[in-house]
């Protein structure tokens, strides 16, 4: 029997990370999925290899144990040990430690299970983590097995991917389709999205192995900047252009706003940086039941004329006369 490494077969250190496993899994199973290779033994095999190494490589105890193996693998090939002649018996439940054992037949016929021992897992798995005894009763080290077949239910990995939206779009709400696995689907983003927010579509990940639940596919918002508005949370900050009469005199300016444009009201004497709080203009708030919305905050910018021509400036040096400060 041929020993597996792991480690090797996911592209990673035997001292990575659980995190870096899974990233290393994600991307190899996105690769060689039977989904995206249809008909490939190749890939399906090499589908098998990844699920049978990350089965093994983010489980603590299947972990260490296999490390000890591994430092006996290795010490046996530094010492020229035959591979053939390894002792395998310490490895595997209800063996004798201290034989030695060679064998190339099917292994179930060592457990007495025959012609299960050809299902998802290799005999190296199923010798080191795998009961064939109990596996006909549902039963076996780490997990439950489909009843009689010796495989693993595993449900399929979630899967996500990123889209960008308008904040118009994130306002009131919108749809993409996409193509995920060589299907088209077609997620609903709901009003308020948040740049960085999540989507969850249940279903729509990778197939379950063999046959378990698929897992779910999760949206990563990002949502554009925009030209006009600034949104913190879900209030929207921009700024309103002012003329100075109407920041001296008092009067209404026209405001665009994500809903249609609405009028302000100016106070007479309203100064540059003076903010104006409109309730309920800003972005929806995701998951309320009410309808509710974040505010809009405008902060007043007054636009003083570049040019002037003689009777206004007249009067301006009149005003300032007046002022006082002529």
């Known amino acids: 029997m041929e020993y597996r490494d792991y480690y090797q077969i996911l592209g990673v250190g035997r001292d990575a990370n659980e995190q870096e496993i899974k990233r290393a899994?994600?991307?190899?199973?996105?690769?060689?999925?039977?989904?995206?290779?249809?008909?490939?033994?190749?890939?399906?095999?090499?589908?098998?290899?990844?699920?049978?190494?990350?089965?093994?490589?983010?489980?603590?105890?299947?972990?260490?144990?296999?490390?000890?193996?591994?430092?006996?693998?290795?010490?046996?090939?530094?010492?020229?040990?035959?591979?053939?002649?390894?002792?395998?018996?310490?490895?595997?439940?209800?063996?004798?430690?201290?034989g030695t054992y060679q064998w190339h037949g099917d292994l179930g016929d060592l457990f007495g299970g025959g012609?299960?021992?050809?299902?998802?897992?290799?005999?190296?798995?199923?010798?080191?983590?795998?009961?064939?005894?109990?596996?006909?009763?549902?039963?076996?080290?780490?997990g439950s097995f489909r009843r009689g077949t010796g495989?693993?239910?595993?449900?399929?990995?979630?899967?996500?991917?990123?889209?960008?939206?308008?904040?118009?779009?994130?306002?009131?709400?919108?749809?993409?389709?996409?193509?995920?696995?060589?299907?088209?689907?077609?997620?609903?983003?709901?009003p308020g999205a948040r740049d960085g927010s999540k989507v969850r579509v249940p279903g729509k990940g990778h197939s379950g192995f063999p046959g378990g639940a698929t897992g779910d596919l999760f949206l990563k918002i990002g949502v554009q900047s925009h030209a006009v508005f600034r949104r913190e949370g879900d209030d929207l900050f921009c700024t309103v252009d002012v003329d100075l009469y109407t920041a001296v005199l008092g009067g209404q300016a026209r405001l665009k706003t994500l809903d249609g444009d609405v009028t302000l009201k100016i106070p007479s004497g309203t100064h540059s940086g003076t903010t104006f709080r409109l309730r309920g203009k800003g972005m929806p708030k995701p998951r309320s039941r009410d309808g509710e919305h974040g505010d809009l905050l405008a902060t007043v910018q007054v636009c003083v004329p570049d040019s002037l021509s003689e009777r206004e400036r007249e009067l301006f040096e009149e005003l300032a006369q007046i002022r006082g400060m002529g």
């Open 151 to 190: 495989q693993r239910v595993r449900r399929g990995e979630d899967t996500e991917t990123s889209v960008e939206i308008t904040l118009e779009e994130a306002y009131s709400g919108t749809t993409r389709l996409l193509e995920q696995g060589g299907r088209r689907v077609r997620v609903k983003i709901p």
């Open 115 to 142: 012609s299960t021992a050809g299902g998802a897992f290799s005999d190296f798995f199923r010798v080191v983590f795998g009961d064939m005894g109990n596996a006909s009763q549902g039963q076996t080290m780490g």
């Open 25 to 98: 899994y994600r991307r190899l199973a996105r690769e060689f999925h039977p989904d995206l290779n249809p008909g490939d033994k190749q890939a399906e095999e090499k589908f098998k290899e990844i699920n049978e190494a990350h089965e093994v490589l983010t489980d603590s105890a299947k972990r260490a144990k296999y490390d000890q193996l591994g430092a006996s693998w290795q010490q046996w090939q530094r010492t020229g040990g035959d591979p053939g002649q390894f002792d395998w018996s310490q490895w595997f439940g209800g063996g004798t430690p201290g």
